[in-house]
T-cell receptor, first 114, second 114 residues
């Protein structure tokens, strides 16, 4: 079955430390992969995407993600976490070209501790 | 940055009642979506809309649901006879053109069915 998974409900990291939020997918064919972030009382905001090309993609607010086809992963990373990065992060995938809808993971709450 | 606007932010209704959730997408966008998130679960695709008709819908989007773009600016989701299990956060989203892989989301309407 095609799916996207975020294995961690909660990630805590100290301010200034690197952070990783994990995402894995299961799909036939080549996926389009995305990360969205949700701040309190706000809608989901686009962070970055992988369509094709370099496996390391850079996005907003200093975030980056690495597409790893052999491990079917698309982990979100940032070298140095800020307290303002605390939010809910969603991994999403579009499974087929021509289909417009995104499938989201369950979300990971990131807390950056001062 | 332009925003997708959703009203109301909270809606409480009795089971069996009809509700209409309203969204104002970004003005030059052509593709419109509704997603929902039941508390603690993943964000789920409901329906996509383009050129005044539904382009895709999920299994969740049964005969009780309908969408409409009544006046060229609003995009509404109607639930004809609400059920307890319809309680969720409903997100509207839009994007400008097909090949742009970035959705803009509203901040959501929290629907509570009693």
């Amino acid at each position: 079955a095609q799916s996207v998974a975020q294995p961690e409900d909660q990630v805590n990291v100290a301010e200034g430390n690197p952070l990783t939020v994990k995402c894995t997918y299961s799909v036939s064919g080549n996926p389009y992969l995305f990360w969205y972030v949700q701040y309190p009382n706000r809608g989901l905001q686009f962070l970055l995407k992988y369509i094709t090309g370099d496996n390391l993609v850079k996005g907003s607010y200093g975030f980056e993600a690495e597409f790893n086809k052999s491990q079917t992963s698309f982990h979100l990373k940032k070298p140095s976490a800020l307290v303002s990065d605390s939010a809910l992060y969603f991994c999403a995938v579009r499974f087929q070209t021509g289909a417009n809808n995104l499938f989201f993971g369950t979300g990971t709450r990131l807390t950056v501790i001062p | 940055e332009p925003e997708v606007t959703q009203t109301p932010s909270h809606q409480v209704t009795q089971m069996g009642q009809e509700v209409i959730l309203r969204c104002v997408p970004i003005s030059n966008h052509l593709y419109f979506y509704w997603y929902r998130q039941i508390l603690g679960q993943k964000v789920e695709f409901l329906v996509s809309f383009y050129n005044n008709e539904i382009s895709e819908k999920s299994e969740i989007f049964d005969d009780q649901f309908s969408v409409e773009r009544p006046d060229g600016s609003n995009f509404t989701l109607k639930i004809r006879s609400t059920k307890l299990e319809d309680s969720a956060m409903y997100f509207c989203a839009s994007k400008s053109v097909a090949w742009v892989e970035k959705l803009f989301f509203g901040s959501g309407t929290q629907l509570s069915v009693l």
